[in-house]
């Protein structure tokens, strides 16, 4: 079998990047994966992963989760190319009214579905529950999440994680509203101190909710020795998932391994990404804020961060770069995000799952993706 090759539609030899290490074998597959069985002469410089799962993506390719069905199909089928195989499109704080057309056209594209692109199985809601002393490159129309508002949301039947700032009136009555619902609780773009981070942890995990750390490190301020903060209260709890922008912009590799450090079954890589990913340097928009891109780094006019450019590819080579072996940050791309959203059809290697695949080279460049099964066409 020649690398990269299949045999025959359904077979796929190779390094398999399993969660305990990388073995040569070979793996069958149609719309879930049948076998995966050693084999001592597949290729060396080929490998076989889980595809991504991205639980935090604004746009790509031009499109955008808040530009309605169109720019949902766009940006699923921008980063499926990349190894995406799963994602949330994510909105952004907006008139209400804005996110609610935003969700029912995550619902239309969810019914559906996105021939070659990735698997939408629902929508990030990061805004507009969030702390206006902590928009990042979010427009200002922040609103405190009201149970009138938070049913609403969930009316749409499509929020599969959300992000709220803890120290909003009401944001713990909105938590568990959201988690008695099985959507993940993210905690960001926030000000709160690390005591009020971590009795909102607690009761969200006394309830059984999911949680996690929305962008780690970004829109939370530091830490501290004596004043731990937001990014130490939630590194400290040993239940939440941190996402990370590995992107070499927003947060520094040393800061990344801390994370892993403190929760090495449960860091994530997301991207984040805008609009523009993919597209190269130049002008782009985010929540009608003009953005320049430049260096493949996205900021506002204002000099703020406008989200990344990142692609889930290129996250799990600068995980790579950091020093985690492949399966740790393979484990970061797809199984610890599945996981953090309760998804248990995917994010590893094994008969009776789906066959959401990425085909790397030696240079960990995408050679070929398979969501459910079928190619998708670079």
């Given amino acids: 079998m020649t690398r990269g090759q299949t045999t025959k539609v359904g077979e796929l030899s190779g ?74 499109p994510t909105t952004m704080t907006n008139p209400w009214e804005n996110v609610l057309a935003a969700m029912q056209a995550v619902r239309e594209v969810m019914a559906q579905g996105v021939p070659g692109g990735a698997d939408i199985v629902g929508a990030h809601l990061e805004g507009p529950f969030i702390s206006p002393q902590r928009l990042g490159a979010q427009p200002p129309c922040t609103l405190d999440p009201t149970p009138e508002l938070v049913a609403q949301a969930l009316g749409s039947g499509v929020i599969r994680a959300v992000t709220l700032a803890p120290e909003r009136p009401g944001a713990l009555q909105a938590a568990r509203q959201f988690g008695a619902a099985g959507v993940r609780v993210g905690v960001g773009h926030t000000v709160a101190d690390a005591e009020t981070v971590t009795d909102f942890l607690n009761a969200l995990h006394a309830a059984g909710i999911r949680t996690a750390a929305t962008h780690l490190f970004n829109a939370m301020g530091g830490i501290e020795g004596r004043t731990p903060g937001v990014p130490g209260a939630l590194l400290a709890d040993p239940h939440t998932f941190p996402e990370v922008i590995l992107d070499g912009i927003h947060v520094h590799p040393t800061s990344f391994r801390l994370a892993c450090a403190a929760a090495p079954d449960r860091a994530m890589l997301i991207t984040d990404a805008m609009r523009a990913a993919g597209l190269g340097d130049g002008e782009s928009e985010l929540g009608g804020q003009r953005v320049i891109v430049r260096n493949g780094e996205a900021r506002l006019e204002g000099g703020s961060l406008a989200g990344s450019v990142l692609t889930m590819d290129a996250a799990l080579r600068n995980a790579v770069g950091a020093g985690l072996p492949l399966h740790t940050a393979s484990r970061l791309a797809s199984l610890h995000p599945a996981r953090s959203l309760g998804l248990t059809d995917r994010g590893t290697l094994a008969p009776g799952l789906r066959a959401d695949l990425v085909v790397l080279n030696a240079e960990l460049q995408v050679k070929a993706v398979y969501v459910g099964g079928q190619a998708v066409q670079a």
């Fill in 15 to 88: 390094q398999l990047v399993l969660e305990g290490g990388v073995i040569p074998g070979r793996l069958r597959f149609g719309a879930q994966i049948t076998d995966v069985t050693p084999d001592l002469h597949a290729p060396a410089d080929w490998f076989i992963l889980p595809g991504f799962v991205d639980t935090h993506v604004h746009g790509g390719g031009g499109g955008d989760a808040m530009d309605g069905v169109a720019g949902v199909q766009t940006l699923a089928r921008l980063h499926a190319r990349h190894g995406t195989t799963t994602l949330l």
